[in-house]
């Protein structure tokens, strides 16, 4: 395999020299990322010094530091780095025949699905026809299709039959009113692809509905294994900085009830989602969806006549089954997301041709 070495100035050229000789690959090149300890002069290891990626096959790290930004140049690049005990792989991606955008995160709870359901409503507001398909590790066997938004009582009654009734697909589906596909994925490496996935059968599910845009949403730091048009990142990271083409790392997100609040209002939100802009006579606010043992000792002292629930997490079989158990009604809340320039930014990134 034609290959490149990554190496440092904390290693004799000779003992470099040598390990390009020895190891199995045919090195047409180093790239020098820094150290001097062992230099004197310009090191000779025999083959020409790059700054950059060269045309090879696997770039082998010689160093003894892993370097962040020199690993994300090569993955960006579809070029494996190998090193004593490691492999890095650039996520595969499938192709994918039809404009689309991805919307990827550094973690969980950064925001991307509602970037997603902002851009999905964004691109649907001028008559496109608008499908999401998410990923997540709570998603269906097969992937399903959500032609309307479901009812509060559509999850409960999923709940009740042991689905995950607050997954990223049925959150999209009820606050976007898009048709939304539904899949799953296991596992995530360091470079964001996912163990096991059903997302490319839920790709040609979403195909199969002729769409004008497909809006993929990522799922922690998963990205889905599609080839898309465009990239929409949340969060820093030099890997998915290199392969997005709008990078979200300042991301202001507001609680947007799906419905009037009336009464006492109790909050419920995976995050720390602020909730000084409401307009409701907030009673209790709780950060703790994700937190099932500490959410059901808060419920009981909880006196509300409305609960204000994200879509995620325990939303349905705790804080909705405590609604209905003891009559409080239940208002979804999505996130508006504000940040400025990116409506302009994400309609550049549809394809001309492509109907506004």
Not at 27 to 38: D, H, P, Q
Not at 183 to 200: D, I, T
Request: proline content about 7%; charged content about 25%; glycine content about 10%.
């Amino acid at each position: 395999m034609k290959a490149v070495a990554i190496v440092d100035g904390e290693h004799y050229p000779a003992v470099v020299r040598d390990a390009l000789a020895e190891l199995p690959y045919a090195f047409v090149a180093v790239r020098f990322v820094g150290g001097t300890e062992k230099l004197r002069g310009a090191p000779d290891y025999g083959v020409s010094v790059v700054d950059g990626v060269p045309d090879v096959d696997v770039a082998i790290d010689l160093t003894d530091e892993r370097r962040p930004e020199v690993i994300a140049d090569f993955l960006a690049a579809g070029i494996s780095v190998v090193g004593a005990d490691f492999r890095f792989d650039p996520p595969p991606l499938h192709p994918f025949e039809l404009p689309s955008i991805a919307v990827i995160g550094t973690g969980k709870r950064v925001g991307k699905t509602a970037v997603s359901a902002h851009v999905a409503r964004l691109l649907a507001r001028d008559g496109r026809r608008v499908v999401c398909v998410a990923m997540g590790r709570g998603g269906p066997s097969e992937p399903e299709l959500v032609t309307a938004p479901p009812s509060l009582d559509d999850l409960v009654a999923r709940s009740r039959a042991g689905q995950h009734a607050a997954s990223d697909y049925l959150e999209l589906a009820a606050l976007t009113g898009v048709a939304t596909v539904g899949c799953r994925r296991a596992g995530g490496g360091s470079a964001g692809a996912p163990f096991l996935s059903n997302v490319v059968e839920g790709a040609r599910l979403a195909a199969s509905l002729e769409p004008d845009v497909v809006v993929f949403d990522g799922s922690g730091a998963a990205i889905p294994p599609i080839a898309t048009t465009a990239r929409i990142l949340v969060g820093r990271d030099p890997f998915r900085e290199r392969i997005s083409d709008i990078v979200l790392d300042e991301l202001e997100l507001r609680l947007a009830p799906a419905e009037p609040l009336e009464g006492r209002v109790a909050v419920f939100t995976a995050g720390p989602a602020p909730t000084g802009h409401l307009d409701a006579d907030i009673v209790h606010v709780s950060h703790n969806l994700a937190r099932r043992d500490v959410l059901q000792k808060e419920l009981a002292r909880v006196e509300a006549d409305t609960y204000l629930v994200e879509l995620k997490a325990a939303a349905i079989d705790v804080v909705a089954e405590h609604a209905v158990a003891h009559g409080v009604r239940v208002v979804l809340a999505g996130n508006e997301v504000v940040a400025e320039g990116l409506d302009e930014a994400v309609l550049a990134l549809v394809p001309q041709g492509v109907r506004a």
